[in-house]
């Protein structure tokens, strides 16, 4: 019997466990399959981690994994996909945004052949509309200037075959931006769509200042693009002051000496100064992802893990 990993990455969930666990419980109930169900504690503050505890203790089949601290979703999937050892795995979250009635539908395409099949928000009324313009534009533009293409609306919910996971646990780099290295590893997709609920309880744990740190890193990990326009920029620039100053020159040569051009001046000093510091900006946001990737350090901390073979294949 093939065997099918859901990976949970948690934090802060308390409020939504129960409810969730019934739901996947009944959505997933009479199956051909057999599950395994890998939580991620990463690092909740609140009672998270003594359910996860309990539901491992209480069912063979669910393994807890707490991290020594909050590392952020990406480490968190990460976590559960070293630790997954199903025929397909599928992250989904824990705030039933992600609706688990979707799974079986996306295992019969797997079973049709696909090795992934993405969940994709048909409809995302139940976001703000400045989430969802951000996440259009974001969209847009992450399309335009990196490869390969993420399909729009689609989140970590999706199934990827073992052959896929395989791929993605090779990947060695420390600013994961999952859905990037998931589209990375390519392989034969197809999607399914869903309407995106509102969560039940609690609040997202992301605001525009984490999206945006996950739109850079998402940017700047799959495409070179904002380095590269700079010396584009820069050529372009250099073009018109030159062929400013020739004309400037004949017409000195022409017409004989002309007022002192103080404010243009002035302007053309700020304008580049301000075109150097944005083109050094960016080579920073480069240079520092280089720093940290160069690092080499482990994407999580496991603290300890409930649950089948308890303390097993601890991994990085
Ligand atoms: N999450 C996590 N670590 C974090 C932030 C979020 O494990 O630092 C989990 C969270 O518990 C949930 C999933 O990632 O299961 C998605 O988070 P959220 O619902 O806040 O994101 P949104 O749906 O608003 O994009
Ligand atoms: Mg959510």
Not at 2 to 18: D, F, G, K, V
Not at 146 to 174: C, H, Q, W, Y
Not at 254 to 269: E, H, N, Q, R
Not at 292 to 298: D, G, S, T
Request: glycine content about 8%; some cysteine.
């Amino acid at each position: 019997m093939a065997l099918i990993s859901i990976l949970c990455p948690c934090y802060n969930e308390a409020e939504n466990l129960p409810l969730f666990w019934r739901t996947l419980s009944e959505a997933l109930g009479d199956s051909q399959y057999e599950y395994e169900y890998i939580f991620v504690n990463d690092g909740s503050s609140d009672g998270t981690l003594e359910y996860l505890k309990r539901l491992a203790s209480e069912n063979a089949r669910v393994r807890a994994i707490d991290l020594s601290r909050n590392f952020g979703k990406e480490a968190a999937l990460s976590a559960a996909i070293d630790f997954a050892a199903g025929d397909a795995v599928i992250p989904i979250d824990a705030d039933l945004q992600d609706p688990p009635e979707l799974i079986p539908e996306m295992l019969r395409l797997w079973q049709e052949g696909f090795d992934v099949v993405e969940a994709q928000r048909s409809d995302r009324a139940s976001d703000t509309f400045g989430k969802r313009l951000t996440a259009h534009f974001f969209y847009r533009f992450h399309n335009k200037i990196s490869s390969p293409k993420l399909t729009e609306n689609a989140g970590d919910f999706r199934l990827m075959s073992r052959r896929v996971v395989d791929v993605i646990k090779k990947l060695p780099e420390s600013q994961r931006f999952m859905r990037g290295l998931f589209a990375w590893a390519g392989f034969k997709t197809t999607v399914v769509q869903y309407v995106r609920p509102p969560r039940p309880a609690g609040e997202t744990k992301y605001n525009y200042k984490s999206m945006w740190r996950l739109a850079l890193d998402a940017i700047t990990s799959f495409s070179t693009l904002p380095l590269r326009l700079w010396s584009y920029i820069g050529a372009a620039i250099s073009m018109t002051a030159f062929l400013g100053t020739l004309y400037i020159f004949v017409r000195t040569l022409v017409f004989g000496k002309d007022l002192p051009g103080y404010a243009s001046t002035i302007c053309l000093i700020l304008f580049l100064g301000g075109v150097q510091l944005l083109g050094i900006g960016i080579l920073g946001e480069y240079l520092g992802r280089t720093y940290m990737e160069v690092k080499h350090r482990p994407l999580y901390v496991v603290a300890d893990i409930y649950g089948e073979n308890e303390g097993g294949d601890k991994k990085k």
